[in-house]
């Protein structure tokens, strides 16, 4: 007999394939199963569009009643974009439902889960919960903070340096790295670079991956540059990168400054977006940047670099993920580009701790992923 695990195994699996399409909203996958075999199966496909469990149920036709539902998040119980499951899950005859973890969305009124018990619906709770909640990690920090989830990555020799002392970076990492980098692109919301990085590498910040996902483009996420000074060449390839989405200039005060006024008028003339943000430390306001991104419905954010952002993401604790790709070469040298560029610590104490770590090779290349514990430097004081 197939195990409740390997049934939700199954529903996670179908959960990822909305990845990069559901957002803010969480990715979540349902399978239908009756005398021990799935009848059904659906996911989240898009913002909007009917939710896993309607599909799941729908895809089972006239054979629900009395079967068992396994889906990854607690079905929904209130009315948005869509209609409640749990009135497709009662009207469906559905005797049982097994769930993987419950919303943590403070707005949701009502828990789905107590009102299919409360109408006669045996439900189990905690299926798989530790992978379901590490799918949708974006989605819960985002419910409960209104803020992104942020994804420290950079690429780095073994001895540590992004680029050459000329600032050259291409290419440090090899091509299987570069379009995992791509497929993160397809899954954020937004990607974040520094002025220096846009100076030096010219990106365009969009996804090109090979083939199509589930039948759809990959999609590019919203381009962030940090450029307190205002001074982005209007030539660069972000500004003009032939895509759907937005290129996101944070800039300082531009009040006494004529010239950025009148950039700031060209550019937005082009569809270019703007927003002026406090400093703190001479620098742009992460913490404020965050708050700004999550009122735009941002749940998840890349960083790419370079050095000084990067520093300042992990110094502001607004981090909460590393990707760390490190490439077989050795610059033999300590005039590059760092990881991180600025003032540390005196005390190997006093570093950031990271925990969770997982160890992936990209052919020759190792990534490292990681969570930041700021507690427990905190606890430390």
Known sequence: MTDDRDFMAVALDLAKKGQGFTSPNPMVGAVVV???????????????????????????????????????????NHTGRTRPCTEKILSAGIRRVVVAMKDPNPDVKGGGNDF????????????????????????????KTKR???????????????????????????ELSRNF?????????????????????????????PGLINGKKGRD?????????????????????NSDSDTL????????NPAGLKKKRRLLDRGIKIVESPLKNDRIDLNFLMDHLGSMNMSSLLIEGGGHVIASALSEKIGDKVLFFYAPKILAADDGVPICRGN????????IPVKDIDVRRFGDDVMIEGYIEYSQMDDRK
């Open 34 to 76: 009756k005398d021990n075999r799935i009848i059904g199966k659906g996911y989240h496909e898009a913002v909007g569009e009917p939710h896993s469990e309607v599909n799941a149920i729908n895809d089972a036709g006239d054979h629900t009643e009395g079967a068992i539902l396994y889906v990854t998040l607690e079905p929904c």
């Open 116 to 143: 299919l018990k409360t109408h006669g619906v045996d439900v189990t709770l905690g299926v798989c919960e530790v992978q379901a909640q590490k799918l949708n990690e974006a989605y819960i920090k985002y419910v």
């Open 148 to 174: 992104p989830f942020v994804i420290v990555k950079c690429a780095s020799t073994l001895d540590g340096r992004i680029a050459t002392k000329t600032g050259d970076a291409k290419w440090i990492s090899n």
């Open 181 to 209: 980098v791509h497929t993160l692109r397809h899954a954020v919301d937004a990607v974040m670079v520094g002025i220096d990085t846009v100076t030096a590498d010219n990106p365009s910040l969009t996804t090109r991956l």
């Open 221 to 241: 996420p919203v381009r962030i540059i940090l450029d307190t000074q205002f001074s982005i060449a209007e030539d660069a390839t972000v500004l003009k990168p």
């Open 249 to 256: 200039i944070i800039t300082g005060d531009l009040t006494s």
């Open 344 to 351: 540390g610590p005196e005390f190997m104490s006093d570093c």
